[in-house]
């Protein structure tokens, strides 16, 4: 029983990251980056510990995107019409989007910078 609803709920979170990347080009965009961002550490033969940083930035960056992707659906579901609310609640979900991918460029280049240096000259 309980692995049947974890299989269910497993089954209803595939459909929403399915319906996220269906829906949202920045969703897509952000998981081609990321293709390039491993693949350049595996080029750079990146530690574990490395490539373990790497995961956690892309996996939030990417999970903080589908949540933004939800809130605007609710929102949108709430009221069509113009509310000042309705724009704070969507601007401010935007902001932590930014907030983090402003820290995740940030790790990239603590990351990648030196690395990078060292492997052109
Ligand atoms: N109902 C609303 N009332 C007031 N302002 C809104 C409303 N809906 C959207 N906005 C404003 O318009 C902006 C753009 O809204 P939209 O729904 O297109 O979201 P978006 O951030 O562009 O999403 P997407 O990632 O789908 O492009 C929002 O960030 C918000 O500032």
Request: aromatic share 12%; no cysteine; net charge positive.
């Amino acid at each position: 029983m309980a692995a049947r609803r974890f299989f269910r709920s497993f089954k209803f979170a595939w459909s929403g990251i399915k319906t996220a990347l269906a829906g949202e080009q920045n969703i897509k965009i952000h998981l081609l980056i990321s293709l390039v961002v491993l693949g350049t550490a595996y080029v750079l033969d990146f530690s574990v510990v490395r490539f373990a940083i790497l995961f956690i930035v892309i996996g939030v960056v990417i999970s903080l995107e589908i949540v933004n992707t939800a809130l605007e659906r609710v929102v949108d579901l709430v009221t069509e019409e113009f509310h000042p609310l309705a724009k704070q609640a969507k601007d401010m979900a935007a902001g932590a989007v930014l907030v983090f991918s402003l820290i995740a460029v940030i790790i990239g280049l603590l990351l990648f910078v030196k690395p990078v240096l060292h492997y052109l000259f």
